[in-house]
């Protein structure tokens, strides 16, 4: 079965400091799918990244990056000079493909991020 | 695009009674999804509809059921409440469910169970 740990129950920084969010996986696909979303407090999940596969280039965005690395099935996230508006839980996610085609996640148990001003 | 809604945003039940929650996907998403989301469960799938068919279902009793109409719109339904269904009840949409593509969630209906 497919399975996603988040280590890090929560992080507590300081406001401008860098905080990576760890996440690993296991799967028996060849073929799989990571994503990230963030949680603030009113409950969405907000999208952050998607990532396949067959591509472990890593990928920045504004502050966020994410370093993707089959060989240690990992997919860990770092925010650079966090900010306060990035405190929320977050949460790392495999596809699975299940019967007819359809897909669920498989969720990490997240990581409670809080930055302080 | 208008985004994923849900309704209510919030509910409070007895035990005993039933309750309907609805999502409405993004527009032109066929594909929606329902996860459960627990403190000491963490977020589980509960079920998927595809074109008014449910294609698969997690490990949920049979009082967790669903239906998906012809234009997208989706509702769950929990009967016989107990204590323990008190949790976020989140729904996804996607446009065919296939596994590279994103799924993007609601603001999730907050169930309390008294």
């Known amino acids: 079965a497919q399975k996603v740990t988040q280590a890090q129950t929560e992080i507590s920084v300081v406001e401008k400091e860098d905080v990576t969010l760890d996440c690993v996986y296991e799967?028996?696909?060849?073929?799989?799918?990571l994503f990230w979303y963030k949680q603030p407090p009113s409950g969405e999940l907000v999208f952050l990244i998607r990532r396949n596969s067959f591509d472990e280039q890593n990928e920045i965005s504004g502050r966020y990056s994410w370093n993707f690395q089959k060989s240690t099935s990992s997919f860990n996230f770092t925010i650079t000079a966090s900010q306060v508006v990035d405190s929320a839980v977050y949460f790392c996610?495999?596809?699975?493909?299940?019967?007819?085609?359809?897909?669920?996640?498989?969720f990490g148990q997240g990581t409670r991020l809080t930055i302080n001003p | 695009k208008a985004g994923v809604t849900q309704t209510p945003r919030y509910l409070i039940k007895t035990r005993g009674q039933q309750v309907t929650l609805s999502c409405s996907p993004i527009?032109?998403?066929?594909?929606v999804s329902w996860y459960q989301q627990t403190p000491g469960q963490g977020l589980q799938f509960l079920f998927e509809y595809f074109s008014e068919t449910q294609r698969n279902k997690g490990n949920f009793p049979g009082r967790f059921s669903g239906r998906q109409f012809s234009n997208s719109r989706s509702e769950m339904n929990v009967s016989t409440l107990e204590l323990g269904d008190s949790a976020l009840y989140l729904c996804?949409?996607?446009?065919?469910?296939?596994?590279?593509?994103?799924?993007?969630f609601g603001p999730g209906t907050r169930l309390l169970v008294l």
């Open positions: 799967t028996r696909d060849t073929t799989y799918y």
């Open positions: 996804a949409s996607s446009l065919w469910a296939r596994r590279q593509e994103t799924q993007y």
């Open positions: 527009s032109g998403h066929r594909s």
């Open positions: 996610a495999l596809s699975e493909a299940i019967n007819q085609g359809a897909q669920k996640l498989v």
